[in-house]
């Protein structure tokens, strides 16, 4: 409910948008600092206790995994500083659906907390939590390739989805992608749908993309990697420059704030289901703990064309 600290703008103001209804899009290029804010943005959230964290990353977890080495390294304290990690499409399918049905039991499950606090978006606090889902390099969801798999179709769709119908109820995405251009960024309602929409250091053509014109960006005002700029709902984007998040002040974050992750609320856990209370299985190679299971991979069926060759 609170500024989430994430940098300072170039007038020594800081950088701390309010997530509690934003869906965020972060874009970057390799090496512009994207992955560094990622983390800025995770450690961040390990300091509130009233939200969960949720990570989808097809690359192998990437984006949870410093964190949770840290947690195991440090003899696994209190609770996990993520709460659920997808590292398969199958896993991703099944928490966009948990996240789903969260959303569709809370809006007349908890109307009365809603009615209560006088406000249409339900209250959040340590009782019932704020669902954040960390979405790293969305292309694999939403790029052209990726729409021909059925099960990352139907993910990004329940995504969109949860985005569209899940602010008031406090379930909400923060996405990440490699370059701010079409083929990337394909779904539409995620560009338009996003109320905090952050580039990191790119070209002209890209940041109009993301912010539109009307702007009027120069990319000589992110010259460095970890500058960027950062638009909250309709306010004209603002050049900021994002804190230095290293492997050593993970492992402080996760030490200092592991009591105060809390637990997920009884509604919300009955409708997560089966596939939220079995997360932890067979993954303690996302805690540095053992090998990565061994994913066999279909291959795509040739066109027409090769099967002549």
Partial sequence: NGPL?????????????????????????????????SNVFLAGTCRMTDNLTRVIDL??????????????????????????????????????????????????GYKYLELAANDDKLPVSPA?????????????????????????????DVLVQVVELARAVAVNALVTALRA??????EPQLLAQSGLKIGMKSDERELSYLFGWNDKLSPEDAPYPGCGFMKVLDEPARPFKAYRMLPNQIA???????????????????????????????????????PAPVVAVTPEPESPAEQQR
Wanted: net charge positive.
């Fill in 59 to 108: 690359n192998g977890g990437g984006l949870a995994l410093p964190w949770l080495h840290a947690w195991h390294t440090a003899g696994r304290p209190g609770r996990p500083p993520v709460d659920w990690v997808a590292d398969t499409p199958v896993k991703a399918l099944a928490m966009a659906k948990s996240a789903l049905r969260i959303a569709k039991a809370r809006k007349p």
């Fill in 252 to 290: 402080d974050v996760v030490a200092a704030t592991a009591n105060l992750h809390p637990e997920l609320d009884e509604l919300s856990r009955k409708a997560a289901g089966e596939a939220y209370e079995q997360r932890w299985i067979g993954c303690d190679h996302l805690f540095g703990a053992g």
């Fill in 5 to 37: 600290p994430l940098g300072v703008h170039r007038d020594g103001e800081s950088a701390a948008p309010t997530i509690r209804q934003l869906t965020t899009l972060l874009s970057g290029r390799k090496g512009s600092g994207k992955t560094n804010l």
């Fill in 181 to 186: 251009t079409q083929d990337v960024l394909s």
């Fill in 128 to 156: 019932v939590l704020g669902i954040l889902i960390a979405g790293d390099e969305i292309a694999e969801l939403y790029s052209p390739k990726a729409r021909r798999d059925e099960v990352l179709r139907e993910t990004g």
